[in-house]
């Protein structure tokens, strides 16, 4: 009895025995558990701030010796009668006004001599950007309002507020809040579905009817044109002022809407969409809040103004954003032809700006007046580069010792 029992139980120790081994080989294979490493805290790169113009030397400029400058530095000229009252101007519209006209020679070396080239780059450090065109359209209209001509356009209301706020908030000089008075409030102005969709806000303030509203929508998208009447008059008319509702374009729109390709996207494509679109037409135009107010040119005046006050030159004249590049500079443009791969480089100058022209590498090249001149903008899209000619560092040393320099050769100092 008691070898049994005996038996028994160092049957059962054996069996405790074995699974205690058992368990200690199991974890002895497992191993310890491992270490939880944290993951590195990762610092983020320090932002790297990209000057927009970088200074070049004239051989970096892609394109400089193919132009004929002659042209350009015209323009310049006119634009020194807007620019030269400021110090940065003064010096180089003096010394532009002496160099000899129509000489390309001349005017490369005036350039040259007086100007240090800077390339426009982006945000990125990239120097490649949009260029598109622009023209001034010319409108079939009357003074009065007929059954031919029923479609305004619109002179400056007065009950249009235009707040500048750089009295109290300096940082945001180049902003200005536009709006009316409801009441004791100051709202925003009307937006272009309120004014040309049957609530006539603006009655009494018509200057000019014309008889395409398409054609008048792309006119305030041009911002100028000439209204041709019908005893052959055509008076210029510019921009006056605008509601202060964003830019929105439909172009964008009929593209995010697969109503056209981007292949398909022109000026002319779009009025032709609107056209056979009524409905859908007059709805498109009118989610572009955004509407430009007008007025008379005196009759002398044959090309639109741009933002400097000065006539703008066919394919000489360049709206840009003038947060980058300064107004009456002029600016190297090294692009295409519309639709084609044909180079189009030559120098401009910066005198007019655009709703829709914002962004370092971003300009609208002026192509001039009429319908031949709107099927070459209404059609050019086109990637490109810019570089912006600011006046030489220290030039007023330079001009004395220049100065000096013609008077020994002219006999005029022993």
Known sequence: MLNKQFFFTMTILHKNFLAVCLLLALVSCVGKPSKVVKPPVMTPPPVVEIEPLKPVAWDQVDGWLLDRPAAALTTFQQSCQAIKKHEQWQQVCFAALQIPPNSDDAARQFFEDYFQPNQVRNEDGTADGLITGYYGPELSGSRKKTEKYQYPLYRQPEDLLIINLNDVYPELSDYRL?????????????????????????????????????????????????????????????????????????????????????????????????????????????????????????????????????????????????????????????????????????????????????????????????????????????????????????????????????????????
């Open 178 to 414: 536009r709006g009316r008075v409801d009441g004791n409030r100051v709202v925003p102005y009307f937006e272009r579905g309120e004014i040309d969709n049957g609530q006539n806000p603006l009655n009494g303030n018509e200057i000019f009817w014309v008889e395409d509203p398409v054609e008048l929508f792309f006119l305030h998208i041009q911002g100028s044109g000439r209204i041709r009447l019908a005893n052959g008059e055509g008076v210029m008319v510019g921009y006056a002022n605008q509601n202060g509702h964003p830019y929105r374009s439909i172009g964008k729109l009929l593209l995010e809407r697969n109503a056209m390709t981007r292949d398909q996207m022109s000026m002319q494509n779009i009025m032709r969409w609107v056209k056979q679109n009524p409905e859908a037409g007059k709805r498109l135009l009118a989610e572009n809040p955004s509407y430009i107010f007008f007025r008379s040119l005196p009759t002398d005046i044959q090309s639109p103004p741009g933002a400097l006050g000065i006539p703008l030159t066919a394919l000489r004249s360049l709206a840009v954003d003038p947060r980058t590049i300064p107004l009456g500079a002029p600016v190297f443009v090294s692009t295409t032809y519309p639709g084609t791969d044909f180079p189009l480089k030559q120098l401009m100058v910066a005198q007019d700006t655009g709703g829709a022209i914002k962004g370092q590498v971003r300009a609208d090249f002026f192509w001039g007046m009429g319908d031949d001149a709107g099927k070459i903008a209404g059609r050019m899209k086109q990637d490109g580069q810019l570089w912006v000619l600011l006046p030489k560092e220290g030039l007023s040393d330079q001009l004395q010792s220049r100065a000096k320099v013609s008077e020994v050769k002219d006999g005029k100092i022993n």
